[in-house]
Each structure stands twice: as C-alpha cells, then as structure tokens.
T-cell receptor
Framework: KNQVEQSPQSLIILEGKNCTLQ??????????LRWYKQDTGRGPVSLTI?????NTKSNRRYTATLDADTKQSSLHITASQLSDSASYIC???????????FGTGTRLQVFP | DGGITQSPKYLFRKEGQNVTLSCEQN?????MYWYRQDPGQGLRLIYY???????QKGDIAEGYSVSREKKESFPLTVTSAQKNPTAFYLC??????????????FGEGSRLTVL
C-alpha cells in the first residue's frame, strides 16, 4: 500500500533552535517528493520539490534531504522563528497515474 | 497578483442542503483539483480536471459534483448525499499534472460546517 508517514506528529521548540522533521514513504514507482508548509486555517504553500536524483535542496532556512534508497526524507529548519509555527506536510508523487499521496503532517510550535 | 481564490472562507449549512464552493484561478493553469482535509488525515482528492469540459473522480468523489466550463473556474458542489461533509476544502491548480515536477498551488481553503 502506498503510504507516507511523518514523525513526530507534533513538536514544540524554542525560538532560535533547530529542528528536523521526518518523512518515510512506501510509494512506488516514485516520481518526486514535496514539502509544504500550512499555517492554521490556510492553504499549503510549497517549500521544496525533490526528484529521484536530488539528495539535498534548500529554501532559505529550510533544507530538505532525500534518500531514495531507504525512502526517507527530512526537513531541517534552522534558527527557528515564531512564524515557523505551522503544519509541515510531506507529499510523494507516484510516477504512474496522477497520484499524490499526502502525509498527515507534523505540527510545529515555536515559542519565544 | 496571480493566485487561486476560494469562496466563501466559512460556510454553514443544514443537513440535506446542497452547497457550492467557488474556486477561481488566474494562473492560466490547465489542471485544477479539489481536496478534502480532515483532522489527523492527509489530504484526499475529490475531483480533478486536466482541461475545460473534462474532469475525473478522485478517491472520495461520492456525494460531490464539479463542473469545468471555463479554464479559470472549478466549482465544487457538496450534495446532501455526502454523509459527512463537515471538513476543510482546498482547491489547487498546476500547469501540468502533479506527477511531473510542476508546482501545485493551493487556495486558502473553505471550511464547511454542517449543523
């Protein structure tokens, strides 16, 4: 079964600290992996899209990694800010059909 | 500014009533999608459309209907046949189909509550 699992479900950190969110998937055949940020009550906003051949991709303070062999991805947030408080959703695209498989997200709260 | 506009932001309806959620995009994207988001679950695809006057069912199409009469518009009707319609509904669009590396843009969502 094609699945995307994220951990932890929720995370609380202090402002200025770093954190890493995990995404494991069993989707096959794999096309690409995306990370989205979703503020409460808003639509998701794309952070990165990674294809099979990409190991690391950065977007400002966000760095995503992808290990296609172990089917794992991580999103590292550096020097967290209060505005980083949101849900982070991992999405894997299946090569066949038009299928996107969404994870349930990690809820991050950054406190001052 | 280019983007996707969903309306209304909040909607309340009584059981047995149909309701239509609006989605308009000015990004000139061919593909449009409707997703449903429930607490503790990943987004689930309701319907998608790759071109005007054509659309396909997603994973949870029962109790929903759509139309695509214009490239810019993809309204979703939640019918009385939908057993559990209370949810957060997200509209999205992309230049091509998601399996490529094309960006998927989301609207701000519509929260439907059935009283």
């Amino acid at each position: 079964k094609n699945q995307v699992e994220q951990s932890p479900q929720s995370l609380i950190i202090l402002e200025g600290k770093n954190c890493t969110l995990q995404c494991n998937y069993t989707v096959s055949p794999f096309s690409n992996l995306r990370w989205y940020k979703q503020d409460t009550g808003r639509g998701p906003v794309s952070l990165t899209i990674m294809t099979f051949s990409e190991n690391t991709k950065s977007n400002r303070r966000y760095t995503a990694t992808l290990d296609a062999d172990t089917k794992q991805s991580s999103l590292h947030i550096t020097a967290s800010q209060l505005s980083d408080s949101a849900s982070y959703i991992c999405v894997v695209s299946q090569l066949s059909g038009h299928k996107l498989i969404f994870g349930t997200g990690t809820r991050l709260q950054v406190f001052p | 500014d280019g983007g996707i506009t969903q309306s209304p932001k909040y909607l309340f309806r009584k059981e047995g009533q149909n309701v239509t959620l609006s989605c308009e995009q000015n990004l000139n994207h061919d593909a449009m999608y409707w997703y449903r988001q429930d607490p503790g679950q990943g987004l689930r695809l309701i319907y998608y459309s790759q071109i005007v006057n054509d659309f396909q069912k997603g994973d949870i199409a029962e109790g929903y209907s759509v139309s695509r009469e214009k490239k810019e518009s993809f309204p979703l009707t939640v019918t009385s046949a939908q057993k559990n319609p209370t949810a957060f509904y997200l509209c999205a669009s992309s230049i091509g189909q998601p399996p490529n590396t094309g960006e998927l843009f989301f609207g701000e969502g519509s929260r439907l509550t059935v009283l």
